[in-house]
Nanobody, 121 residues
Framework: QLVESGGGSVQAGGSLRLSCAAS????????MGWFRQTPGKAREAIAAIDSDGILATYTDAIQGRFTVSRDNAKNALYLEMTNLKPEDTAKYYC??????????????????WGQGTQVTV
């Protein structure tokens, strides 16, 4: 189970920090990531982080503004968002790795998602 929190409304140029609580066995062995979706568009991957929290991958749209991190001791994933723009308005989803099917991004295959948290800029 993946539960996101931290979304809300913020003015352009502002910051937000999203959190994801993961209740999954062996959390520290999985890639984790963030996706986002706007109405009428497909869900897109925006950030991924490896199981050790060392290697992160970002889509070009957020590179340099967002930072993904994880705390394996707390089974938690974070997305620090700065210099937010109106085009960042979306529902943001935490995602974890799967072994079959799914969406590939940052060298990981994602197949599980939370319910999402809305970010409005």
């Amino acid at each position: 189970q993946l539960v996101e929190s931290g979304g809300g409304s913020v003015q352009a140029g502002g910051s937000l920090r999203l959190s994801c609580a993961a209740s999954r066995y062996s959390y520290s062995t999985y890639c984790m990531g963030w996706f986002r979706q706007t109405p009428g568009k497909a869900r897109e991957a925006i950030a991924a982080i490896d199981s050790d929290g060392i290697l992160a991958t970002y889509t070009d749209a957020i590179q340099g503004r967002f930072t993904v991190s994880r705390d394996n001791a707390k089974n938690a994933l974070y997305l620090e968002m700065t210099n937010l723009k109106p085009e960042d308005t979306a529902k943001y989803y935490c995602s974890s790795e799967t072994v079959v099917g799914g969406v590939r991004f940052g060298g990981c295959l994602f197949g599980y998602w939370g319910q999402g948290t809305q970010v409005t800029v």
